[in-house]
């Protein structure tokens, strides 16, 4: 049983941050919810081959079911 979902962003300065929400749920629901985060939150760059965090602060790099 999944207790936390863990996003990996790397931010425009260079520092990695990785905020933890609360998730309950089995490790499938969880990457689900993890692929559904990156839609809510970034927007993918075709020329870059990136996702880019829609306020500006860096890329979205993935994320870690715990």
């Not at 692929?35 to 760059?45: F, M, P, Q, S």
Request: proline share 3%; charged share 20%; glycine share 10%.
């Amino acid at each position: 049983m999944i207790k936390e979902i863990v996003l990996i962003l790397l931010l425009i300065n260079g520092e990695l941050s990785l905020p933890s929400f609360p998730f309950e749920g089995t490790v499938h629901e969880c990457f689900k919810y993890g692929d559904k985060l990156r839609i809510e939150l970034a927007t993918y760059n075709e020329e870059q081959n990136a996702w880019f965090l829609n306020d500006g602060s860096g890329t979205w790099q993935g994320f870690i079911c715990e």
